[in-house]
């Protein structure tokens, strides 16, 4: 499938010999211990796509079984395999975005590693994505004859209360929100993805969220099939962060999961508060001294396991830590300057100590919460250049078909 391409740069013209085209179709699949999956994939792939060019991303967060090695043994035997290897990272959603950022091809699938997404729809998928106007195309297991397959009661019934949530916050019209199989133009990824939140397990729906308008959809019916080999990483966790992910889409994007987590870490931290000063008491310092100490013990405490959780995806490390540490310190005071200000002001609206000293704690939550985001792990400065890069991304689009049309 060689060809010659030229390009003419500086008066001088440049010849790639052999060199590929890209590829029609990009297939991401998040990983996380899948080894023994990824060759029985590739194969079955392989043998559904016919005469259509295609090529499988690998997203693979480091997983201990090395599935990433296995998925560079492919490549090198000549498959169509590439391989992104994320090292101190976790997540199926956030897996998924990168590997349809670095997809070459015009429309990107997703399907999971464990085969149990059939790959034969793969190609009526990309059919009906090409030859009608469908931005989205979902493989689903809630439209007549798809089924769910063998899933035991409890997690049929935790996949049904999903989705019935799901389905009040994108509208009625589409049966299977939650499904992981899917596919779509790369341009639509480009379009949202400042806008995903990229939390836990839920692409697609995280993708109909933050479309600003409803994308065109068509859903085909499949069987959901057993897993080839390993298992589920869907646990507590991963719950936790779908109902994260639901609180954030209906509050509109005012309470993002980090948000919540961070404001539990700060209950927490309350408590460790309060229990430091408790023990400090046996030891009779002044309660300056003690208030003090509890201060900075909670702080240290919030910062620590902040880093673990709240902001585990960029966690800092070594003199990255220390930094971002003092950086957290000087914020929790001028959070707590700002909280006194409000308790402060609104006390003097006659309204009972608890009002004013929940209206302070909230203050300084936001303020903690905002000014920690970007300072100290630096997240909202990378947010916005990604917003500004996507909106540039678009004007670039609509200048480039502005030229074509002449
Ligand atoms: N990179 C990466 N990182 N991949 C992950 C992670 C992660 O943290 N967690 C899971 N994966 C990969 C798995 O290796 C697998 O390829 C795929 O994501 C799905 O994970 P499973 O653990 O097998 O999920 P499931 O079978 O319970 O549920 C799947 O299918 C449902 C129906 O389509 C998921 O895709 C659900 O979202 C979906 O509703
Ligand atoms: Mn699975």
């Known amino acids: 499938?060689?060809?010659?391409?030229?390009?003419?740069?500086?008066?001088?013209?440049?010849?790639?010999?052999?060199?590929?085209?890209?590829?029609?179709?990009?297939?991401?699949?998040?990983?996380?211990?899948?080894?023994?999956?990824?060759r029985p994939l590739v194969r079955a792939i392989s043998a559904a796509m016919g005469a259509v060019s295609w090529e499988l991303i690998v997203v693979d967060d480091d997983s201990p079984d090395r599935?990433?090695?296995?998925?560079?043994?492919?490549?090198?035997?000549?498959?169509?395999?590439?391989?992104?290897?994320?090292?101190?990272?976790?997540?199926?959603?956030?897996?998924?975005?990168?590997?349809?950022?670095?997809?070459?091809g015009e429309f990107v699938a997703v399907i999971d590693a464990d085969m149990q997404?059939?790959?034969?729809?793969?190609?009526?998928?990309?059919?009906?994505?090409?030859?009608?106007?469908?931005?989205?195309?979902?493989?689903?297991?809630?439209?007549?004859?798809?089924?769910?397959?063998?899933?035991?009661?409890?997690?049929?019934?935790?996949?049904?209360?999903?989705?019935?949530?799901?389905?009040?916050?994108?509208?009625?019209?589409?049966?299977?929100?939650?499904?992981?199989?899917f596919m779509t133009?790369?341009?639509?990824?480009?379009?949202?993805?400042?806008?995903?939140?990229q939390q836990g397990y839920k692409i697609l729906l995280d993708l109909l969220t933050a479309a600003r308008r409803p994308l065109r959809l068509v859903e085909i019916p499949y069987v959901f099939r057993e897993r080839v080999a390993g298992e589920s990483k869907l646990d507590a966790i991963v719950v936790a962060?779908?109902?994260?992910?639901?609180?954030?889409?209906?509050?509109?994007?005012?309470?993002?999961?980090?948000?919540?987590l961070f404001s539990m870490v700060g209950g927490l931290g309350l408590v460790v508060h309060l229990s430091t000063l408790q023990v400090l008491e046996l030891f009779s310092p002044s309660f300056i001294?003690?208030?003090?100490?509890?201060?900075?013990?909670?702080?240290?405490?919030?910062?620590?396991?902040?880093?673990?959780?709240t902001y585990r995806s960029e966690r800092l490390r070594g003199s990255q830590a220390l930094v971002g540490y003092v950086i957290f310190c000087a914020t929790c005071s001028l959070g707590a300057i700002a909280n006194l200000g409000v308790a402060n002001?609104?006390?003097?609206?006659?309204?009972?100590?608890?009002?004013?000293?929940?209206?302070?704690?909230?203050?300084?939550?936001?303020?903690?919460?905002s000014l920690s985001t970007r300072f100290v792990w630096g997240r909202a400065t990378r947010q916005r250049q990604a917003r500004a890069r996507s909106a540039q991304d678009k004007a670039d689009r609509l200048q480039a078909v502005g030229s074509a049309q002449g």
């Open 241 to 260: 962060e779908y109902l994260l992910l639901l609180i954030e889409k209906f509050s509109r994007g005012l309470l993002p999961p980090r948000f919540i």
């Open 117 to 181: 997404h059939d790959e034969k729809l793969l190609v009526d998928m990309l059919r009906i994505i090409q030859t009608t106007d469908a931005e989205l195309v979902v493989a689903s297991r809630y439209v007549e004859g798809g089924a769910i397959g063998t899933w035991d009661q409890r997690r049929a019934r935790i996949s049904t209360f999903a989705t019935i949530c799901a389905r009040m916050l994108i509208g009625k019209t589409m049966k299977d929100p939650m499904s992981g199989f």
């Open 345 to 369: 002001f609104v006390i003097g609206h006659s309204v009972s100590w608890a009002f004013a000293g929940a209206a302070g704690a909230i203050m300084s939550a936001v303020f903690n919460f």
């Open 1 to 38: 499938m060689s060809r010659v391409s030229a390009d003419y740069h500086d008066g001088v013209s440049y010849v790639a010999a052999g060199a590929v085209p890209a590829p029609v179709l990009s297939i991401v699949t998040p990983s996380f211990n899948e080894r023994d999956n990824l």
């Open 185 to 197: 133009r790369r341009a639509v990824f480009d379009d949202v993805v400042s806008d995903l939140s």
């Open 289 to 309: 001294e003690a208030q003090t100490i509890a201060t900075l013990v909670a702080m240290t405490f919030n910062f620590l396991l902040n880093n673990l959780t």
């Open 67 to 104: 599935t990433w090695r296995e998925a560079l043994l492919l490549a090198s035997e000549g498959w169509p395999v590439r391989c992104i290897r994320r090292i101190g990272r976790r997540g199926l959603s956030s897996a998924v975005v990168e590997g349809a950022m670095s997809a070459s």
